[in-house]
T-cell receptor, first 112, second 112 residues
Framework: DAKTTQPPSMDCAEGRAANLPCNHS???????VYWYRQIHSQGPQYIIH???NNETNEMASLIITEDRKSSTLILPHATLRDTAVYYC?????????????FGAGTQVVVTP | EAQVTQNPRYLITVTGKKLTVTCSQN?????MSWYRQDPGLGLRQIYY???????DKGDVPEGYKVSRKEKRNFPLILESPSPNQTSLYFC???????????FGPGTRLTVT
């Protein structure tokens, strides 16, 4: 699986959009970009994933660059409950036994 | 409510005293995994199971055992716990061809 690089931390004001970058310059054609988050010592929570098209769900939007070497997770209206560590993961979908390689992630702190 | 449950949530034990951490999911998922999370090391997979009676080692299986006698349950067994197994443990499940993993709330284990 390709390696990902994320900033170690970022702050965001409550009610504003949070844009979380992720670099995955060695991504291959069959690898998906996944985002999970972990709120202080709780179990990680799936957010969104995509291959090459932009994706949106009730939690967030995922923007993947045309060359697929980087992506951005957007939390449109950050709340205090969005304070968490956010993980960008790249993996092959055919990996059916489901191991996720979590890196260090980005610690996001949403402030009032 | 779809969920993964783990018990106990917190456990303090002594070296060498056998223990079992239970994991149960109510989503009829085929795939289940155990991870441990340690500061600076991220989440690492211990064991996984693709279905009943089908299990295999992850990245850090030493000192652990698992069993999958029923689809919903995937207990983690420490036959002779040691202090280096002090960690935060997560169970996760996933349907075979769907994308996200569902994680349990975690079990914080301390071995003295």
């Amino acid at each position: 699986d390709a390696k990902t690089t994320q900033p170690p931390s970022m702050d965001c004001a409550e009610g504003r959009a949070a844009n979380l970058p992720c670099n995955h310059s060695t991504i291959s054609g069959n690898e998906y970009v996944y985002w999970y988050r972990q709120i202080h010592s709780q179990g990680p929570q799936y957010i969104i994933h995509g291959l090459k098209n932009n994706e949106t769900n009730e939690m967030a939007s995922l923007i993947i660059t045309e060359d697929r070497k980087s992506s951005t997770l957007i939390l449109p209206h950050a709340t205090l409950r969005d304070t968490a560590v956010y993980y960008c993961i790249v993996r092959v979908e055919a990996d059916s036994w489901g191991k996720l390689q979590f890196g260090a992630g980005t610690q996001v702190v949403v402030t009032p | 409510e779809a969920q993964v449950t783990q018990n106990p949530r917190y456990l303090i034990t002594v070296t060498g005293k056998k223990l079992t951490v239970t994991c149960s999911q109510n989503m009829n998922h085929e795939y289940m995994s155990w991870y441990r999370q340690d500061p600076g090391l991220g989440l690492r997979q211990i064991y996984y199971s693709m279905n009943v009676e089908v299990t295999d080692k992850g990245d850090v299986p030493e000192g652990y055992k698992v069993s999958r006698k029923e689809k919903r349950n995937f207990p983690l067994i420490l036959e002779s716990p040691s202090p280096n197994q002090t960690s935060l443990y997560f169970c996760a499940s996933r349907m075979g061809h769907l994308y996200e993993q569902y994680f349990g709330p975690g079990t914080r284990l301390t071995v003295t």
